[in-house]
């Protein structure tokens, strides 16, 4: 130990102060390195922030987007959906003035037309034909007319309902593709920040 003291403080004094001097050095330059990468790193944090800030403003906006999408098709589709129901009830209302209690007693409607009636109906096919097809099925002609109208009602308000999923589906994938595009540039400044 003595040898190392006598060593570093005796006649070879300016290598210790080398060393020393060195040992300074270094942890200067340590402390620099540490202040470039702190200084680095907060820009980043900040980037980061502002990026985050960016991307919750979007979302905001294609939220709002959305709702619009949303309540002009709902609007627009649940009162075209209202008119086919009037219509459709004014038209069941109708029948007995076109399909008479008479036209009924005159012109009866067999089984085996009800049968392949509600088989379409159904989807399932009907068993094969047999000879009590032929007999009157009792049904009268005005309520087939407005089990008719109720049915081609219903087929409409589904043609709508379907035209209206249509049309959301494409102002909301348009309103997607339009917020993306403004925000292209938000995604691109983080990265160009960094």
Known sequence: MNTLIRFLFGAR?????????ALLAGAAVWKFQAMRYEARLARAQAALVSYRAKIASANARLEKAQARVVTRVEVRYR????????KGDAIIKEVP????????ARFGV????VRSYNAAFSGIAPSPP???????????????????AFNARI??????QALGWRDFYRQLKEAHLQESKSDQSTSLD???NM
């Open 13 to 21: 004094l300016p290598i210790a102060a080398c060393l020393i001097s």
């Open 79 to 86: 009162d075209r959906i209202r008119v086919i129901k009037e």
């Open 97 to 104: 003035v076109y399909v008479s209690s008479e036209d009924s």
């Open 110 to 113: 067999n089984i085996g037309f």
């Open 130 to 148: 047999a000879e009590s097809d032929r007999e009157p099925a009792g049904i009268p002609l005005t309520e087939i007319a407005e089990t008719n």
């Open 155 to 160: 087929c409409r308000q589904w043609k709508e």
């Open 190 to 192: 983080f990265y160009v």
